[in-house]
């Protein structure tokens, strides 16, 4: 059910790790996104600008050329709507807070379960 709501969804993965990039576009894959992908902050900037139909972003935060935060802010001033969800190793109370208050709108804490990651991608674009 859930994966029939996000079947022809655009997300766009921004992720270095090739592997960690693979297992993501495996489990999207398998619930018929359309999937973008990203490497570094930067390039995931310029996906968006070239790419204005993005549902949604599922984003590492500690990238090569621009982490992020960085990648987030310049996103933000072309798609302030965009859904931007983290991907961080790190669970800590004050990292979660970080996330939120740098303006994205959610978080994923890796290792990323398939399960889990379908649920917030729909509950955020249900939102």
Known sequence: MENEFLKGRK???????????LYLNKILE??????????????????VLNNP????????IQ??????YSALSK????NKDIIVIAQTAYGLL????KIINSGFDDYVIKPILSQNLI???VTNLKR
């Open 75 to 78: 996103i933000r001033e072309a």
């Open 30 to 47: 398998k619930a018929g996104v359309i999937i973008l992908n990203a490497g570094d902050g930067q390039e995931a900037v310029n996906v």
């Open 119 to 121: 649920e917030k991608l």
């Open 53 to 60: 139909d993005i549902d949604i972003i599922l984003m590492d």
């Open 94 to 97: 004050g990292d979660k807070e």
């Open 11 to 21: 997300i766009l993965i921004v992720e270095d790790d090739l592997s960690s990039r």
């Open 63 to 68: 990238l090569p050329v621009l982490d992020g």
